[in-house]
């Protein structure tokens, strides 16, 4: 996953920024809920238009700081909570006309070069990536769940090539001593069969190992069923994905609300069901040349979005049945609380 990336440690640069406005149609008003703040991009440009109301959330804590200066200028208009998104449904949103979400599941500039998060290679001492509220860290995995464990981990949610070889020089070098970043970076690469001058030896594993501690795979698809629900007639959910298992995530969820007769509007529950998600582009947005031109991780971001046709609470779709292998993936994560 690559990141919403700042050109510069000063200037934040929200991929797709444009494209994300022109879906979600802020001017003409409403309550927008921005997912993933960070350092606030979509949220500022939301609140220009006089009419809207932005709540935003994020599970990283240090965006707090971020959240304060727009809340101080907002006041009435912006509210920020420290949560991760799939909690979405425990927002007080009774009375709030919920017209956007925006999910943006790229990293930024900040956390990836924040030494506390250890997300880069770079990084010394321990494995962390712990992006906030979370139960465990890299260290814990990597340093205690067995190799046949780490080897689906690194298979599935990094599709590492050589899983198993990774795998087991682990599982064999924390015998002798602690693994931290720098020595995995190196068991890495003794265990890689072929050399990838393109990219990064870690760069799947550190993938791998990031979504594995962040819950990332849960994380999304009970985002998207919360978000679906809390959505208002005419409203509109945009999702920005980076990489493939991600986007594969999305790409089905959105494509089984808006094709299959998924939700009853009448009772009883035989009566006849109708499609109220619609989705107007079968392929995805993606960055232009200009966009990546200056901002070169953009070229792997695709924005996919849905609008709810009906106000409707109650959705049925089969995507924790789709993806339960994944799920049973996260949940070696147990053993570590």
């Known amino acids: 996953m690559e990141a919403t990336i700042v050109s510069d440690n000063v200037k934040h640069y929200p991929v797709l920024l444009k494209e994300i406005i022109s879906v979600i149609t802020p001017q003409h008003g409403g309550t927008f809920i921005d997912c993933t703040f960070g350092q ?21 804590s240090s965006t707090k700081i971020n959240a304060k200066k727009i809340e ?16 979405l449904n425990n927002l007080k949103l009774k009375n709030e006309n919920i017209k956007g979400i925006i999910f943006d ?25 712990k992006m906030g509220l979370n139960d465990f860290s890299a260290n814990e995995v990597i340093n205690n769940l067995e190799d046949k464990e780490l080897e689906k981990i690194l298979k599935y949610f990094g599709d590492e090539n ?8 682990i599982v064999k070098e924390r015998q002798l001593k602690k693994i931290d970043t720098q020595e995995l970076i190196r068991i890495i690469e003794k265990s890689k069969r072929k050399k990838n001058y393109k990219i990064h030896s870690a760069t799947k594993t550190f993938q791998a ?41 999305v790409k089905y969820f959105f494509r089984n609300l808006s094709e299959n007769k998924s939700v009853s509007r009448y009772e009883p529950k035989l009566a006849q069901k109708e499609i109220l998600f619609a989705m107007p582009l079968k392929k995805p947005i993606i960055a232009s040349e200009k966009e990546v031109k200056e901002n070169p991780p953009s070229r792997s971001a695709k924005l996919r979005y849905l609008i709810k046709q009906e106000d409707s609470y109650e959705i049925e779709s089969d995507i924790l049945k789709k993806f339960d292998y994944l799920l049973e993936i996260e949940n070696f994560g147990s053993k570590l609380w």
């Open 40 to 60: 606030g991009g979509y949220t500022k440009e939301i609140l220009k238009y006089h009419n809207t109301r932005v709540i935003g959330i994020d599970r990283d």
């Open 72 to 87: 101080e200028k907002f006041f009435d208009r912006f509210f920020f909570k420290n949560l991760k998104f799939s909690k």
């Open 105 to 129: 599941l790229g990293y930024s500039f900040t956390q990836i070069k924040d030494p506390t998060k250890g997300l880069s290679f770079n990084s010394q001492g321990d494995l962390n990536m």
């Open 162 to 169: 050589d899983a198993k070889a990774i795998s087991r020089n």
């Open 209 to 249: 190992l990031r979504i594995f501690v962040n819950k990332e795979i849960s994380e999304l698809i009970r985002g998207l069923i919360n978000s679906v629900k809390i959505l208002k007639k005419d409203g509109v959910l945009a999702v920005v994905t980076f990489h493939s298992l991600e986007d594969k995530i």
